[in-house]
């Protein structure tokens, strides 16, 4: 009986352990690292945290329409790191992202690679940090 309740325990023990491990994403199973994709548009919200941050865009596609491309970006530790807060976006600034586009076009994901803010000449690239 002790051996079926310490398996049990084990058991219990390890799917704990595994579980934010199984939550972590794969980028290359999310993005198409072989691909590059530019929008422009306003910022609607900017998530500073981690694992992840997320800038919420919108932009206006071909057509005239609206789509709001959530952005995902390094995470708070990495971009405080360098320089960047939690006030260094604000929504309603107008900002062009490259990134690398979702696998699924309609979810309008992108993987930044830079970020730029025309209004003040701010930029991000994930080739260097900060201009």
């Known amino acids: 009986m002790k051996t ?4 049990l325990a084990l058991l219990a023990t390890a799917n704990l352990a595994a579980g934010p491990a199984l939550a972590h994403h794969s980028f290359a199973a999310v993005y198409d690292a072989d691909k590059e994709v530019t929008v422009e548009g306003k910022v609607m919200q900017f998530q500073y945290r981690n694992p992840h941050s997320v800038v919420h865009v919108l932009v206006k596609d071909s057509d005239g329409v609206d789509k709001r491309y959530a952005v995902e970006w390094q995470g708070a530790t990495q971009l405080g790191a360098a320089g960047i807060s939690a006030a260094t976006v604000h929504a309603g600034d ?6 690398h586009p ?3 076009a309609a979810e309008n994901r992108l993987l930044m690679l830079e970020l730029k803010r025309p209004s003040d000449d701010f930029s991000w690239n994930n080739r260097g940090g900060l201009n």
């Open 102 to 104: 979702g696998r699924v």
């Open 4 to 7: 079926k309740a310490l398996a």
């Open 94 to 99: 107008t900002v062009v992202v490259i990134g």
